[in-house]
């Protein structure tokens, strides 16, 4: 009879296996955010969505869902498991010197992603394909451009900490209590280390649905998880996410766009990105290398404590 009541107080999610968890995760995300998240802002603010003269209501719907269609569902789905928030959360406090190599990581790596962009976009717009294919292609990649920096552009400074906590805090937030708490936790739990970091960051840059985005997002998501994994903290991913979104405010604000117009950029400023883009992998690739040094470094203190 005790073990009969033990049986029934255990928590719904205990025993499922941590793979196809996460994929019970991703399912009811997209289900919740994706598609009643999206129809809860079509509602609310039907065709003025992306009006620009309607952009603060906008800012506010699109913060809300996070939290409300994102980050709630999550929290749900950790508590059916059985998990305390801390413990499925990975809410550990970080080394401090991972988090600052992180953090110079992330900034170093930022113009290799914008060179990659720039290539990808010349390539994409150069194929052999129907004038009227390329055109639709184009259309449909500004439009995407437009309605990010649409909800980033500020005019003032406290337009700009609006957009900073819409725009850079709260996705770091939600999405990486998600994404480098609950997803990758669970994947490290069923997978090798590296291929658990690999497939977290893939998962990532899928979920943001921007298709021209994809190679940068894929390489970010990744390093992401990586500062995660190796730091054993969610708060490191938050941060790494918090600096890299806020580059991209800061970037509109002062120059009204995130990326370069790869349609205008000489040959000569391609080579410009390219040549940095060589000096500030190196600096990315030495940010990581210490990184595994330092993680095998406190493992083993670790083990004699």
Known sequence: MDDNKQELKQPPFKNIPPVPFVLLILITVFIIYQIIGSLFAYITLGENLFDPDNINATRIVVSASQFLFLLFPVIIINILRGNKFKEGFLLNKPDWRIVALSVIGIIAIQPLLQLILII????????????????????????????????????????????????????????????????LKNLSAGLKPYSAVLLTGIIFAVFHFHPFNLIPLIILGIYISFTAFFSNSVYTAVIIHFINNLISVFSIYFFGKENPDWEIISNHELMQYGLLSIFTLAIFTGCIILTVRLYKINKKNEQFT
Request: charged share 15%.
């Open 120 to 183: 990808q976009n010349k390539i994409i717009f150069s194929l052999p394909f129907d004038p009227g294919i390329l055109e639709a292609i184009k259309s449909f990649s500004k439009y995407l451009d437009e309605t990010v920096t649409n909800l980033a552009i500020s005019y003032s400074i406290p337009e700009l900490i609006t957009v900073i906590v819409v725009i850079a805090l709260t996705p770091a937030v939600c999405e990486e209590l998600m994404f480098r708490g609950l997803i």
